[in-house]
Structure formats: structure tokens, C-alpha cells
């Protein structure tokens, strides 16, 4: 089903990733504050200024981990800013789309889009809460943008449910099945063939659909979508056409409520 001579997405986020600092970044910093203090010590007044340096550093580990929360805070916040500029000049890729599934007005006030793959963690983690969101918000338009970049080497998992939950969208079976592919902690694609069985979808119906040009053209302009805009990984959630810097709901709501409110 997936085109070989596709380009290969960029690399999946790891969507947890601001929620703490990884030995590799805390290191990095530990060796950068180390070299400033040498680079530095020629023109410090007394002698084993280095030497101070770390001593102070392994008397106080935490100075650390606050130059590793300040940095990754600083590279969030870069990283939303280029997103959000990149999506303001190039507001018509995310125009109303009949071909994606949605759940609210068509004319909301608010639009919510949500870039994901079925087998990401993130997106997982966060699947239930979203759909509470949903609930809350019955005058806000969520959008699902089926973007699958976890297939690596023969594995096309992603893919296959993606194609599968577009397919049960054609038979108006989309949200019992995005909520049980989420919910599926060994998906593969016999798990996704039960599922479609189990929420009703025909599946000699539902695989003409998955193979069909019109499905691949779909995956392939939300692919197309996600690259132009710098999208790094999933869940991506862009309210009103800004994303967020987080995947947590409670602030993601926050983000929907603000977005009215404007």
C-alpha cells in the first residue's frame, strides 16, 4: 500500500520528551559549564578556578538540571514560535479538508487539529483525555489528521491503521475505531482487522478503501502537510492554527478555552 519512492517523514518526537532531561542534554551542559569555567580561568583572580568549578558542581547537581530545564525550555519555545510562523504562511494547508474525519461545527469559532500515529505513545497516553475534551467542547471543530512516521523497514503498521480508520470513516464508523486502535497495546494488523470487525465496518469494503488512490493521495498530502509545516513528531495539536507546547490536556483545554476567548 505505502509508495516506495515516498520521502521518508522525519523522525517521530519523542512526545514526553519536555516532561524531564535526559543524561545525554544533562552532560552536554555539565561538559559546557566545565569548559566556560577553563575558557575562563586564565582571567579569574586566584589560582584552581577549574577546580572550584567543579567542586561547586558536585557540591550542587541541581545547578544542572536547571541549565538543562532552561535550555529545553528555550527550544520549546523556539520550536513553537517557527512552527506557528511556518503555519501562518502557509495557512491554506490547514483549510477545512472534506476528506478528513471531524468531530463539531463546521463553522466553530475554534478549530482544533490533531496530527497522530496509532502507535505512538503520546498520542496513547493522551487518547482518552482528548476525547473528553471532545465531549466538553461540543462548539469547538476537532479535526484528526492521520499522519503515520512510526514505520520503519517492512513494518507499516502505522500505516494500516491509518488507511483502516480512514477506511471506517468512509462507512461512518471513524470514532469507535480511532478510540479502540488507541486503545490497542499490541496493534498490528490483525489487531486492526478485529477491530474493524468488532466496531461493524464491512472489511471486504473497508481494504478496497485502504487500497484505493484517493487514500493514498490523502496520506500522502498530510504527510506532505506535516513536512512543509515542521512538524516533528505526534501528537502535534494546532488550536486555531497554533500549536501547543504541550500534549497535556488540562492545558491543551486551556489553549481552547484562551482561543475562544481571542
Not at 517557527?82 to 471531524?102: E, G, K, M, Q, Y
Not at 492521520?146 to 491509518?162: C, F, K, N, V
Not at 513528531?233 to 475562544?260: D, H, Q
Amino acid at each position: 500500500m505505502t509508495d516506495p519512492d515516498a520521502p521518508t517523514p522525519p523522525p517521530a518526537r519523542d512526545p514526553l520528551a519536555f516532561f524531564g532531561s535526559g543524561r545525554g542534554g544533562a552532560l552536554a551542559v555539565a561538559i559546557s559549564v566545565l569548559a566556560l569555567g577553563l575558557s575562563i580561568a586564565p582571567y579569574a583572580t586566584g589560582g584552581g578556578f577549574g577546580e572550584k568549578v567543579r567542586a561547586y558542581l558536585v557540591a550542587n547537581p541541581q545547578v544542572l538540571d536547571e541549565a538543562v530545564q532552561a535550555r529545553q525550555a528555550a527550544e520549546e519555545t523556539n520550536r513553537v514560535e517557527t512552527i506557528n510562523a511556518t503555519v501562518a504562511a502557509n495557512a491554506s494547508l490547514l483549510a477545512p479538508d472534506p476528506r478528513d474525519p471531524a468531530v463539531g461545527p463546521a463553522d466553530a469559532k475554534v478549530t482544533v487539529i490533531e496530527f497522530f500515529d496509532y502507535r505512538c505513545p503520546g498520542c496513547k497516553a493522551v487518547s482518552e483525555d482528548y476525547l473528553a475534551l471532545i465531549r466538553s467542547h461540543p462548539d469547538v471543530r476537532f479535526v484528526f489528521k492521520e499522519w503515520p512516521i512510526l514505520d520503519r523497514g517492512d513494518d507499516t503498521t502505522s500505516q494500516y491503521a491509518a488507511r483502516a480508520a480512514l477506511a471506517a470513516h468512509a462507512q461512518g464508523r471513524y470514532l469507535p475505531v480511532h478510540q479502540a486502535l488507541m486503545a490497542e497495546a499490541a496493534l498490528d494488523p490483525a489487531a486492526v482487522d478485529r477491530i474493524l470487525t468488532e466496531n461493524g465496518v464491512d472489511l471486504a469494503r473497508a481494504r478496497a478503501a485502504m487500497a484505493s488512490p484517493e487514500t493514498d493521495a490523502l496520506i500522502a498530502d498530510i504527510n506532505g502537510t506535516g513536512q512543509t509545516l515542521g512538524l516533528v513528531g505526534t501528537p502535534t495539536f494546532l488550536i486555531n492554527g497554533r500549536t501547543t507546547s504541550t500534549i497535556n490536556p488540562v492545558e491543551v483545554s486551556a489553549a481552547i478555552e484562551a482561543a475562544k476567548a481571542r
